[in-house]
């Protein structure tokens, strides 16, 4: 905070190619993107460090009945449907615990940097974080009790980055939709000799990776 970087958060609205390409999305997106700096204001003497940035999900509004929260309790996986840029990029899950400040934190593994992917992670794979510091004991996430869920940028390193995201849910597991949209369907057990994975489709049109 108080530093140079540049943040933008834009809605993206769907594609009008009917045929889009991988880079390219059918449905609305949003798109995390700007500048990362290093720098330290010279007038600021309280910031020591600078180059980081993130967003989150506003607090749900409140009910007669209290807070209102997400219960992801019965749902193995968070899954995020993705393009990056291939840096460094943290999934941050806030919950209603006793330390407000505590964050559970995953990193953000993306397979194809530059193409839509849908990530997948399980929720007791997240590690306990206080302002970047894992915590110990580290215990369970409150399931029952999430507040926010949003992703950061903390790699420090100068420049561009961008991050576009379709959607975030929990599941057990992609649909048959997911799955196809995904093309993990199509990955068979072949690999090429620089150890990709090759395409049914592209083992049957001979224009697999060489």
Known sequence: MGGFSRVHFDWIP?????????????????????????????????????????????????????????????????????????????????????????????????????EWETVLIKWNEFVRTNHGVVVEPQGEMLRQKVRTVGIGLIDRVPGDFRLCVERIWATNGLSGADLEEDGRREEGQLKSKHGANIRWSEEKTGKGPS
Request: proline residues 10%; glycine residues 6%.
């Open 14 to 114: 769907p594609s009008e190619n009917p045929n889009p390409t991988p880079s390219e999305n059918k449905n609305g997106h949003v798109q995390f993107h700007g500048n990362i700096s290093i720098d330290l204001p010279p007038n600021k003497p309280q910031i020591q460090r600078s180059g980081y940035a993130a967003w989150r999900t506003l607090d749900r509004p409140s009910t007669i009945f209290g807070k209102s929260l997400w219960n992801i309790d019965a749902y193995a996986l968070l899954a995020l449907r993705i393009k990056s840029d291939g840096r460094k990029y943290f999934v941050n899950i806030q919950t209603e615990s006793i330390v407000p400040t505590d964050i559970h934190q995953h990193r953000l593994y993306a397979r194809r940097p530059g």
